[in-house]
């Protein structure tokens, strides 16, 4: 069921909203729109779900990641990445390491094609081939239109637009996260807010990051609301002695929180009042205690409740998710039934030692993603909570001798008990070459060197996530803009992964 009444969201009331709200983006934007926030408390929903962004910073190869397995697949790629047949060598991965980790999906790839997760992602392989609950979306990546190669070299951008800025980080990470290059304000994750803040008791606890700021939060309306992987971010001078002195900290406290004469004064303080409460708030969501102090199931989520979320064999991010559990866990507290994560790992910009420090990254990822899911089921949630990657782009299938640089489409994976994962392998597999000679039909080729035109767009990925979420289908269009360009047989705007 749909938790939002179309009838209530059309472009219309979205607008009449907005422009209730007017002043908070002229005069005095954060405190006015966080104190709008605060005052939202509709609830309607009668279930909980949740959406987790896990962001790869610096551009995942693709390659390595979900591995061509299939014999003339795999030595096509063997070779172009610098290895030796079967061996592997180079940058390519041998094929023994990874038959582990094969994925049996039920309906098979057209002409035999096989894939394999990168072979430290056992966690993952395992829930794939066991339970189903990974889905592989092949060659993903931002586009404005669906777009073959000889329309990329071509000239008319008119009705075959690029998307800004290729292979950019900041631009391709703000334009996975918003459609938009660097400089974007509003993001795909925050105009999911918008929609679902009035469904929250407190519409702040709508969008959190557990990863600093990132763009994918910004909504029109909503806010990220930003925490560590120890809990909320106090306010030092409200939550602490200043220079040793309880006095200084007594004095501090009247100060900021008190009731002023002038207006601007008045709302800074009524806002600093909001997040003392808010930190109360989140604390005593993320501090509720497991039994004997372990997690829902003893030894199965890599981090320790009772010292705060301490990474578990340097794993940041199951740090991150690990707070991301203890909010879901404690989500009556925070009055929440939609919310939207955003949690984040860096190092993936391996133009150099990609054979050397990728295994680590890949394994921290699969780890945590996976712990993360089996705790959900055992809160109950299995089915209402949906975790997927996100990168700044693929990279070039060709070596650069030592590692891979700067692409475009990628592969991605998304987790959680309403996926259909088993199913199949989603989207169209790219032929394995940096010649383009094209064997399917559909092809959208590359740019060079192996780097993917997408197959699938970031708006149909996010697009099928956002429609699980609940956002009608009238209303896709107002968080995606580029969506519409888009559902045809072979680029649905339901790409098929969710239940």
């Not at 969506?483 to 047989?489: E, P, Q, R, V």
Request: overall charge neutral; hydrophobic content about 35%; proline content about 5%.
């Amino acid at each position: 069921m749909h938790f939002i009444d179309p009838q209530g969201h059309t472009r219309r009331a979205f607008l009449r909203r907005s422009g209730q709200l007017a002043m908070a983006g002229t005069a005095l934007p954060f405190a006015l729109n966080l104190a709008a926030m605060g005052e939202a408390a509709a609830q309607s929903a009668t279930d909980y779900k949740a959406l987790v962004c896990v962001f790869l910073y610096g551009g995942n190869d693709y390659a390595n990641t979900v591995v061509t397995y299939d014999d003339p697949s795999y030595l096509a790629y063997s070779q172009i990445r610098g290895g030796n047949g079967l061996a592997g060598g180079g940058v390519a991965i041998p094929k023994a390491a990874l038959t582990p980790t094969l994925l049996s999906p039920t309906t098979a790839l057209p002409d035999g094609r096989q894939y394999a997760l990168h072979p430290a992602m056992t966690q993952l392989a395992n829930l794939y081939n066991t339970d189903g609950k990974v889905a592989v979306q092949l060659n993903v990546g931002p586009l404005v239109v669906p777009l073959t190669r000889a329309q990329y070299q071509g000239s008319d951008r008119r009705n075959y637009p690029v998307p800004p800025k290729l292979f950019s980080h900041n631009d391709q990470q703000s334009t996975w996260q918003s459609s938009s290059p660097e400089g974007s304000t509003v993001g795909w994750g925050g105009n999911l807010g918008d929609l679902a803040m009035t469904q929250n008791g407190n519409s702040l606890f709508t969008c959190m990051s557990v990863s600093g700021n990132a763009v994918f939060l910004s909504g029109d309306n909503a806010l990220q609301y930003q925490v560590s992987t120890n809990g909320a971010i106090p306010i030092n001078s409200v939550k602490s002695n200043v220079y040793g002195s309880s006095s200084v900290k007594a004095a501090m406290t009247q100060l900021v929180q008190q009731t002023r004469g002038h207006t601007l004064e008045n709302e800074y303080n009524r806002i600093t009042v909001r997040a003392v409460q808010a930190e109360g708030q989140v604390n005593s969501a993320s501090g509720i205690a497991y039994p004997n102090g372990e997690p829902g199931v003893a030894g199965t989520f890599p981090y320790n409740v009772t010292t705060g979320g301490v990474p578990y064999n340097g794993n940041g991010l199951a740090s991150q998710l690990a707070m991301v559990a203890r909010l879901i866990r404690g989500r009556s507290t925070l009055g929440a039934k939609r919310q939207v994560f955003f949690v984040s790992m860096g190092g993936f910009d391996l133009h150099d030692n990609l054979i050397a420090n990728q295994p680590g990254l890949m394994a921290r990822l699969s780890d945590a993603m996976a712990a993360f899911h089996k705790e959900m089921v055992a809160l109950g949630l299995g089915n209402n909570v949906t975790s997927f990657t996100a990168s700044d782009f693929g990279r070039t299938l060709a070596s650069n001798g030592d590692g891979s640089d700067h692409g475009w489409g990628g592969h991605h994976l998304v987790v959680g008990g309403a996926v259909k994962g088993k199913d199949k392998l989603y989207g169209k597999a790219p032929v394995v070459s940096i010649n383009n000679d094209s064997k399917l039909a559909g092809y959208e080729g590359h740019v060079g060197q192996g780097r993917l035109i997408p197959g699938t767009s970031v708006d149909q990925y996010a697009g099928t996530l956002a429609k699980w979420f609940g956002v009608p289908a009238a209303d896709l269009g107002s968080i995606l803009p580029n969506l519409k360009n888009f559902g045809s047989a072979d680029y649905p705007t339901d790409l098929g992964f969710m239940a």
